[in-house]
């Protein structure tokens, strides 16, 4: 079983930055990978932003490439995503999520975390 806790969410003016947190325990994570998605009200769940655990590649959607940024630390099971120049089109709940990078891609990840919510202001 593996757990996901997100942190970082919050209010933040257009042009502005945040950075999300995504701690993971339960189960060691060599051979997955973690991503972001997120949900905007009325919307339906997309995919953001993923990281493959052993090989470090990186993933993005075209709306926040060059934006955002996604990283990890193994020794804290956590990944993060920086996101810089934020728009009010940023506005949703962002939630992590993990499995294999085919699964992750495909919406189709089994973990997920309870989501963190970030609002941009214009």
């Known amino acids: 079983q593996v757990q996901l806790v997100e942190s970082g969410g919050g209010l933040v003016q257009a042009g502005g930055s945040l950075r999300l947190s995504c701690a993971a325990s339960?189960?060691?994570?060599?051979?997955?990978?973690m991503g972001w998605f997120r949900q905007a009200p009325g919307k339906e769940r997309e995919f953001v932003a993923a990281?493959?655990?052993?090989?470090?590649?990186?993933y993005y959607a075209g709306s926040v490439k060059g934006r955002f940024t996604i990283s990890r630390d193994n020794a804290k099971n956590t990944v993060y995503l920086q996101m810089n120049s934020l728009k009010p089109e940023d506005t949703a709940v962002y939630y992590c999520?993990?499995?294999?990078?085919?699964?992750?891609?495909?919406?189709?990840?089994?973990?997920w975390g309870q989501g963190t919510q970030v609002t941009v202001s214009s």
């Open positions: 339960g189960r060691t994570f060599s051979r997955y990978a």
């Open positions: 990281i493959n655990w052993s090989s470090g590649i990186t």
């Open positions: 999520n993990a499995d294999s990078i085919a699964l992750l891609l495909s919406g189709k990840g089994d973990y």
